[in-house]
């Protein structure tokens, strides 16, 4: 089994080069359908995994939910309505489909905490795709449709909660170099021009054929 993971800076392009390199190899790739399975198989709308995925809750949130379980008839709602499910199973659940994923065959897995759930497999590449600030928030704003000072927000936000979902739940540092076999500048090399060195790497690794 070969499998690659690519963590990605909000902006910088990395999910398109994750599904170029799935594409060019002929592997599966998890990405937006990761959204859809954690949601089926916790039984909550794809819209709540969304929001919360990758991101770690306020503690406004934390005392919501632990109140929700302790004393559910404190808060407002119907009485028979499902509670989200809890942080701890949103992981739990997130790192099995992860697991499962890699089980299945060859696979791209684009964040989620992979390159964390993954790190001591040795057949598995971990790929971090990067750029400059300017080059995040312009990207930013041109996909989203705003502003570049709205966007600027939007990065810096995106990334800050990246950096500490992976730390709270698997302690390790989103953006330390070490954590990962390759580091993609996406500015400069283009998104086809990432993907084509992932891609030959890959196959160098895993010595599959082009």
Request: proline share 5%; net charge negative; hydrophobic share 45%.
């Given at each position: 089994?070969?499998?690659?993971?690519?963590?990605?800076?909000?902006?910088?392009?990395?999910?398109?080069?994750?599904?170029?390199?799935?594409?060019?190899?002929?592997?599966?790739?998890?990405?937006?359908?990761?959204?859809?399975?954690?949601?089926?198989?916790?039984?909550?709308?794809?819209?709540?995994?969304?929001?919360?995925?990758?991101?770690?809750?306020?503690?406004?949130?934390?005392?919501?939910?632990?109140?929700?379980?302790?004393?559910?008839?404190?808060?407002?709602?119907?009485?028979?309505?499902?509670?989200?499910?809890?942080?701890?199973?949103?992981?739990?659940?997130?790192?099995?489909i992860i697991i499962d994923a890699a089980g299945r065959g060859h696979s791209v897995i684009v964040g989620r905490g992979?390159?964390?759930?993954?790190?001591?497999?040795?057949?598995?590449?971990?790929?971090?795709?990067?750029?400059?600030?300017?080059?995040?928030?312009?990207?930013?704003?041109?996909?989203?449709?705003?502003?570049?000072?709205?966007?600027?927000?939007?990065?810096?936000?995106?990334?800050?909660?990246?950096?500490?979902?992976?730390?709270?739940?698997?302690?390790?540092?989103?953006l330390a170099h070490e954590n990962y076999h390759l580091c993609v500048n996406t500015d400069w090399l283009g998104l086809?021009?990432?993907?084509?060195?992932?891609?030959?790497?890959?196959?160098?690794?895993?010595?599959?054929?082009?």
């Amino acid at each position: 089994m070969a499998i690659i993971t690519v963590s990605r800076m909000y902006g910088s392009g990395g999910s398109e080069v994750a599904e170029r390199i799935a594409h060019e190899l002929a592997w599966q790739l998890l990405d937006n359908a990761f959204v859809d399975e954690v949601a089926a198989r916790l039984g909550t709308p794809a819209a709540e995994v969304e929001a919360r995925e990758e991101r770690v809750p306020s503690l406004a949130q934390r005392l919501g939910a632990t109140l929700a379980l302790g004393a559910p008839e404190l808060l407002p709602g119907p009485a028979d309505a499902t509670l989200p499910p809890s942080e701890e199973r949103l992981i739990e659940v997130t790192e099995r489909i992860i697991i499962d994923a890699a089980g299945r065959g060859h696979s791209v897995i684009v964040g989620r905490g992979a390159q964390s759930v993954l790190a001591s497999r040795e057949d598995v590449l971990h790929v971090f795709c990067y750029a400059p600030r300017p080059a995040l928030v312009a990207r930013a704003a041109r996909r989203l449709a705003i502003t570049e000072k709205a966007a600027e927000k939007v990065v810096d936000d995106t990334n800050r909660q990246r950096e500490q979902y992976v730390r709270t739940y698997w302690k390790r540092s989103w953006l330390a170099h070490e954590n990962y076999h390759l580091c993609v500048n996406t500015d400069w090399l283009g998104l086809d021009g990432a993907a084509e060195i992932v891609v030959r790497l890959a196959r160098h690794k895993f010595a599959t054929p082009a």
